[in-house]
């Protein structure tokens, strides 16, 4: 058997981190199994499915790398296939028309949870002839599920989960208007899909009892479940936008790589002895669902920023200068030279060691392409005294005299110059920093120097004194 998994999102809304958690064991799964992951959009909502919605869910999981092995399934153009189905079963007898108007249904309804029951509908339509209709009435489509004995799902993450089927009530397939509903729709892609293994959030887990009716009334295979536990936050509480609650894409504008991000989701509800950095191949060969525990997990923006530092700090140079150059050129709309993109190469090292995202990443290497006079920082203002600006003068006239413009020889003229104007080096040193970056912080200022290079070193300074 081939191992065949599929992520269903719908498109009323952006990919979420759990969603996005979800696309990612379906991914893994199916790459351990050596089998397909496959993608449906379930637009049958069509009042709040939205184009816009679509594009941000196939975007973000481009994104992520987790792109469908083929062609995405759209659930609204398959409507037809879905009536087929539910007309099948009433031809067959597994099925009927209900007429119950919408006060009858509510009065069903309450009369049904004051005696506790999860079965709301009272199946009064199950056997009475269609000829008792009242006039007019537009039916819906029931299933019959069965009145007696249980359903077991051997779920691969909750184990055995066992409900009794008379409190499954006869569920709608057709609704008056010929729509097809959800749980309906479901099961029939699942099975013309040749779905295997149905991984999703617990919160599905009500519904899987009710699916595997309609799989077996059509004499379907069963699908294997396996329902994740929700993702709460630091609280505890149900996860939500003051928790870090947003979009995929939110989190690509906030500075995360792609890789960092599946890693964090990965170690959310699924382990692997002790590691916490886990590469997407590792990943592969490790992932499987006996790793994934029964409990709720919990988001915590701080592990995933430790996270992401590491995964920055190992990255290639070359891919994250195009991604700092990307967002510096975003903010100013300016093509960067080829000189700022060098500095910016050369100075990587020493800016990506502190820094946890690529905003963080950007900022702190913004100042290798900006163009004499800088902006100040307010504390890089309150450096340049006038005393200060007479110290940078002599500098900036020692440094011409410099013939090798390297790190050791610039720290010496640098203390040397301090040495004759009797101050302490950090008088010389810190209104540096302000003048060759615009702030009282940055990587050693001597390095600084040493990448900026002679004529945008001494351009710098000269813009200041």
Not at 26 to 34: C, D, I, S, V
Not at 392 to 408: C, I, Q
Request: glycine share 8%; charged share 25%.
């Amino acid at each position: 058997m081939t191992v065949v998994t599929r992520f269903a999102p719908s498109p009323t809304g952006f990919l979420h981190i759990g969603g996005a958690r979800t696309a990612l064991f379906n991914w893994l799964f199916a790459r351990h199994m050596g089998g397909k992951y496959l993608l449906r959009i379930e637009d049958t909502d069509r009042v709040r499915s939205t184009g816009e919605a679509t594009q941000a869910i196939l975007s973000g999981l481009n994104w992520l790398g987790l792109s469908s092995d083929e062609t995405p399934v759209y659930q609204h153009s398959r409507l037809d296939r879905h009536r087929d189905v539910a007309r099948e079963l009433l031809a067959q007898g597994r099925a009927y028309h209900c007429y119950c108007s919408p006060d009858e249904l509510q009065e069903m309804r309450t009369e049904a949870r004051k005696l506790g029951r999860t079965a709301l509908y009272d199946g009064r339509w199950r056997d009475r002839d269609p000829s008792e209709a009242p006039a007019g009435a537009d039916p819906v489509v029931r299933l019959k599920t069965p009145l007696e004995g249980e359903t077991v799902i051997e779920d691969l993450v909750q184990g055995p989960v066992t409900v009794q089927n008379n409190q499954i009530d006869d569920f709608i397939l057709l609704r008056a208007n010929g729509t097809p509903t959800y749980m309906h729709s479901v099961v029939v892609d699942d099975h013309d899909m040749t779905i295997t293994h149905v991984i999703r959030g617990d919160d599905h887990l009500n519904n899987a009892f009710r699916q595997v009716q309609l799989f077996e009334a059509m004499d379907w295979a069963v699908p294997t479940f396996a329902h994740i536990p929700l993702i709460h936050g630091p609280d505890g509480a149900k996860l939500s936008k003051r928790h870090g609650a947003l979009g995929v894409e939110a989190y690509r504008e906030m500075g995360y790589l792609p890789d960092a991000l599946c890693n964090y989701l990965l170690r959310l509800g699924w382990g692997h002895g002790d590691d916490e950095v886990i590469s997407r191949d590792q990943a592969i060969g490790w992932f499987d669902l006996d790793g994934v525990g029964r409990a709720a997990s919990r988001f915590d923006m701080t592990k995933l920023d430790n996270l992401n530092g590491h995964y920055l700090r190992e990255s290639q140079d070359d891919g994250i200068v195009d991604l700092i150059i990307e967002r510096l050129e975003g903010r100013s709309g300016l093509n960067l030279s080829e000189q700022a993109r060098g500095r910016i190469e050369r100075g990587l090292p020493g800016v990506k060691a502190r820094a946890k995202t690529l905003v963080e990443l950007a900022d702190s290497a913004a100042f290798y392409a900006a163009t004499p006079p800088l902006a100040m920082t307010a504390k890089a203002t309150a450096l340049l005294t006038d005393e200060a600006r007479d110290l940078m003068r002599g500098l900036l006239k020692a440094l011409t005299e410099v013939d090798t413009w390297s790190e050791g020889v610039l720290e010496a003229i640098v203390r040397v110059h301090a040495e004759k104007n009797d101050v302490k080096l950090g008088a010389v040193a810190q209104p540096l920093r302000a003048a060759l970056t615009g702030s009282n912080a940055s990587p050693g200022i001597f390095e600084v120097l040493a990448i900026l290079g002679p004529d945008e070193a001494r351009a710098r300074i000269k813009a200041i004194c």
